[in-house]
């Protein structure tokens, strides 16, 4: 199965920026997403690592690290609209996805 | 880009009935098809994988003689909620795979159910 661990919410100012963690234990790896959710929405996919190191995509980053286990989303030049939970989502070989319980980001003028 | 529908968006049912939910691919043809479901202030639960023209998998705990679903094309999936009870009510969301060398899962839009 997998384990996969992120905070639970995060606050932060208009124009900074702000890093989210995911943790996650698998019994099979085939990568890992971010999703960004508002309320009552379905997930829309924000990034995609497979091999280690940085993905940047404008505004946001996604970094992986295999061998820890670790992955992060920085989120840059923050914006109201940003405002939303934030899933990180780990992929096994059956192309199944298993999700994080999300992080709420709070974005204050 | 791919895009997934779902219909309805919401319903409301009363406790007993069945509710039947739409996943379709609009241009694209998906193998497999995914079914979530979300309850407030919680991630999205797998509940089943979908593949087309054979039985769907379910992910453990969920029964699947009350989460019937079917993938009969493929550009469609269903999924049948029978015997619906106020606990069952929640936000469905369908996803489909994309083609071969696309890692992406396409997510639909959701269906809100509230049984009643």
């Known amino acids: 199965g997998q384990n996969i661990d992120q905070p639970t919410e995060m606050t932060a100012t208009e124009g900074a920026i702000v890093q989210i963690n995911c943790t996650y234990q698998t019994s099979g790896f085939n990568g890992l997403f971010w999703y960004q959710q508002h309320a009552g929405e379905a997930p829309t996919f924000l990034s995609y690592?497979?091999?280690?190191g940085l993905e940047e995509k404008g505004r946001f980053s996604s970094f992986l690290s295999r061998s820890k286990g670790y992955s992060y989303l920085l989120l840059k030049e923050l914006q109201m609209k940003d405002s939303a939970s934030y899933l990180c989502?780990?992929?096994?070989?059956?192309?199944?996805?298993?999700f994080g319980a999300g992080t709420t980001v709070t974005v204050r003028a | 880009g791919a895009v997934v529908s779902q219909h309805p968006s919401w319903v409301i049912c009363k406790s007993g009935t069945s509710v039947k939910i739409e996943c379709r691919s609009l241009?694209?043809?998906?193998?497999?098809m995914f079914w979530y479901r979300q309850f407030p202030k919680q991630s999205l639960m797998l509940m089943a994988t979908?593949?087309?023209?054979?039985?769907?998998?379910?992910e453990q705990g969920v029964e699947k003689d009350k989460f019937l679903i079917n993938h009969a094309s493929l550009t469609l999936s269903t999924l049948t909620v029978t015997s619906a009870h106020p606990e069952d009510s929640s936000f469905y969301i369908c996803s489909a795979k994309g083609l071969a060398g696309d890692h992406e899962q396409y997510f639909g839009p959701g269906t809100r159910l509230t049984v009643t």
């Open positions: 241009d694209f043809q998906a193998t497999t």
């Open positions: 690592n497979v091999l280690d």
């Open positions: 989502a780990v992929r096994d070989g059956d192309y199944k996805l298993s």
């Open positions: 979908s593949n087309e023209g054979s039985k769907a998998t379910y």
